[in-house]
């Protein structure tokens, strides 16, 4: 195993990592703020990748196809918020997830009546075509480490808006006391709607740039939200902070695992079946990360005080 | 579009059931018409009709149903046709995992069943069944035409890739039975994986010559896509599913040149095969893939039988379709003892014609070649 091959699985697992925190920054900020479970937020995240697909083959550029995935799927959510979501704040937990699982159902089968079962296919833009070179002699997809510094710019973003505005300021006093901040003058109902936008645009953002590398589908969102849950669950429910470092370390040991597990167990046997035995336990080694920073800080990394 | 469907099948059956005649046959063909393998399906079916079509076919009537590519669906479905419908024959399915929930029982009941793709080992071997006939390949067996190609081909370390599911280690055994070189990796993605950027570095670092994988479905376009565009230049090789007509348009042109093997492609130049691309061509408007030509030989192979004995007479008819007196697209097909094809599989190249990713035959991988299960099956 090279120093090259080293640096590319982790520059993967990075990119895995920014990728879930797209996803889980909008979940755990919903959360936080509103005490609200989204389980719909895969359907935002596949609203973004048909936008982007759409857009991207109506006026060949991918760029604006970008445009058009934050743009739907704030614009998504923020209907989804005001017409469904608004109902549920004072409910439990249950009925927010039944009602949000309807919503699965409802964007998946629209989805599915407007665009058809079969997945649609977005290209990387031409800017970001092609490869270079890593110390040791490999080779990273560009388009890849652009996605990784889209996600450090959105952590960045985030940081600032929260921390050093106004609006930050309210999401902050929102999330330690509801009442009170309602009580103070500020308009919670457009504060709600407008997180709620900011993580939709978030998890749109997450499935375009995905949506190139992959495919468009219906039902895409799923099997990234329940690693998005993951995520927000190591990290703590409504931090952002955790959900930055969670994201991170579910990435890079999914990806280290999956690679580094198969070759483990080929020294003591046969190759064949360390990689069968190897790869089915690097796809469960996440859930156990996850068992095992529970069973130790069973709030989360960085919990926040509640 | 279901909608439409069912009525041009419900139409379809009517008119036949009015030419009704004592020895109707009636096929239940189950297959995966949504989700992402919803391609496969779609071509068998397509096959399927257009030989019946063809061939005026008006005493064999045919219930399509979508499983969804999923098992318990089918064996819901199966059901119904087997104990609703009293169908004669089952037909259709794609998937391995969704023929081993299926046919056991199926072919226990007394219903013919004809498998026009999956082909998973524990049916051609111990548990071979007098009921049970394919009409497409064991699984193994293109994958041991690759290892096969890949020896002529002169790679001395092939890095291998498949799912982690039964058909995925059923490919890679199926490879490594006919390579002689060196296997220089082994992976076992995970089954619907869509980002491959992981087995992507250990290629790359591998120090392969060549890159042997089988993904079916939208499993392969990803890979494909991410593979092209991380401009590694090790050749790939697959089994013809890798780079079927029906997914060559999304992997795009980083599938040209690429090597995989099938037991046929739309240039045999056979008169069944001629007249099939043709007709295929002129009735959908696209090429058809190696899952069309499947389910066209299969229908062609109930015609056949059908002529010569009545289905009421189960002996005689097995009798019949274990004859195989049909002319199939892929030229000469004959079963062996167990109800398996013995076939020539050939080399394929993808090429472009006409501005159309397609494939086009450059030689022979396995001549007359028979599964490796036979000997377990007590038939004769």
């Known amino acids: 195993m090279s120093i090259a091959l080293l640096l590319e699985q982790i520059l993967n697992g990075l990119q895995l990592g920014v990728m879930l925190f797209l996803m889980a920054a909008g979940l755990t900020l919903i959360f936080g703020v509103m005490g609200l479970i989204n389980l719909a937020h895969g359907s935002l995240y596949m609203v973004g990748a048909f936008a982007c697909a759409t857009v991207a083959a109506w006026t060949g550029s991918f760029w604006l196809g970008l445009v058009a995935s934050l743009v739907a799927a704030a614009a998504a959510g923020a209907i989804v918020e005001m017409t469904v979501i608004r109902r549920l704040y004072d409910r439990d937990h249950l009925d927010q997830v039944l009602a949000t699982f309807a919503l699965i159902l409802i964007f998946s089968e629209g989805t599915r009546w407007v665009f058809g079962s079969l997945p649609l296919y977005l290209n990387i ?12 002699g490999g080779r ?14 959105v952590a960045v973003g985030l940081w600032l808006l929260i ?14 006391d509801r009442e009170m901040i309602a009580a103070l003058g500020i308009d919670i109902r457009t504060l709600y709607t407008v997180v709620f936008a900011i993580g939709a645009a978030l998890a749109g953002l997450a499935g375009a740039m995905v949506g190139a590398l992959q495919s468009v589908q219906v039902g895409m969102g799923e099997p990234v939200l329940i690693l998005a849950f993951v995520v927000i669950v190591i990290g703590g429910i409504g931090s952002i902070k955790g959900a930055l470092v969670g994201a991170v370390l579910v990435g890079l040991i999914d990806t280290m695992g999956r690679f580094l597990l198969p070759r483990a167990f080929s020294v003591f046997m046969d190759p064949s079946e360390a990689s069968l035995i190897g790869s089915a336990i690097a796809s469960m080694l996440i859930y156990m990360f996850m068992a095992l920073v529970l069973a130790f800080r069973p709030r989360g990394l960085f919990a926040t005080a509640k | 579009m279901k909608k439409l469907l069912t009525a041009g099948i419900v139409g379809l059956s009517m008119s036949v059931s009015g030419l009704a005649l004592a020895d109707d046959i009636k096929v239940g063909m189950i297959t995966t018409l949504s989700g992402g393998g919803a391609g496969l399906g779609i071509d068998a079916r397509d096959g399927f009709l257009l030989a019946l079509q063809m061939a005026g076919a008006d005493n064999i009537e045919v219930v399509v149903e979508d499983d969804g590519q999923r098992p318990e669906l089918a064996v819901q479905i199966a059901d119904r046709m087997i104990q609703n419908d009293q169908v004669n024959i089952l037909t259709g399915i794609i998937f391995s995992n969704l023929a081993m929930a299926v046919v056991p029982s199926a072919v226990q009941q007394d219903i013919i069943y004809l498998s026009n793709n999956a082909g998973p080992s524990a049916l051609a071997g111990a548990q071979c069944h007098e ?18 190609y890949a020896n002529e081909a002169g790679y001395e370390n092939v890095f291998i890739m498949a799912p982690n599911y039964p058909a995925g280690t059923d490919a890679l055994t199926g490879f490594k039975r006919f390579f002689d070189g060196n296997v220089v990796n082994e992976i076992y993605t995970q089954v619907g994986q869509s980002d491959y950027a992981n087995e992507i570095s250990q290629i790359r670092d591998s120090g392969a010559d060549a890159v042997f994988f089988f993904l079916p479905g939208g499993m392969g376009i990803s890979f494909m896509r991410q593979y092209d565009q991380s401009e590694i230049d090790v050749p790939v090789i697959g089994p013809g599913f890798s780079f079927s007509q029906d997914i060559l348009a999304a992997v795009g042109p980083g599938a040209l040149g690429v090597i995989n093997t099938s037991q046929w492609n739309k240039d045999l130049d056979n008169e069944a095969n001629v007249a099939f691309v043709a007709a ?22 109930i015609i056949s039988a059908a002529a010569k004995a009545d289905i ?32 020539t599989i050939y080399v394929r190249e993808v090429v472009e014609e006409d501005g159309v990713l397609t494939n086009r035959i450059i030689g022979t991988a396995l001549e007359d070649h028979q599964d490796a299960y036979a000997a377990d099956c007590s038939m004769e």
Do not use: C
């Open chain 2, 312 to 343: 009421a007479d189960l002996e005689a008819f097995r009798a019949a379709l274990k004859e195989a007196d049909f002319d199939s697209t892929r030229g000469d097909f004959r079963f062996g003892n167990n109800n398996h094809p013995i076939q």
């Open chain 2, 280 to 301: 295929f061509q002129e009735e959908y408007g696209r090429l058809p893939s190696l899952y069309a030509s499947q389910a066209f030989d299969t229908a062609n192979l």
């Open chain 1, 140 to 153: 990273y997809q560009i388009y890849r480490i652009a996605i990784i510094a889209v996600g450090v710019a």
């Open chain 1, 163 to 176: 921390a050093r505005t106004r609006l930050g300021m309210r999401i902050r006093a929102g999330e330690s």
């Open chain 1, 125 to 136: 833009p031409d800017l970001l075509r092609g490869t270079i070179p890593l110390p040791g």
């Open chain 2, 131 to 148: 009921n049970y006939f394919n009409v497409a390949w064991q699984n193994d067996n293109l994958h041991e035409a690759a290892g096969s």
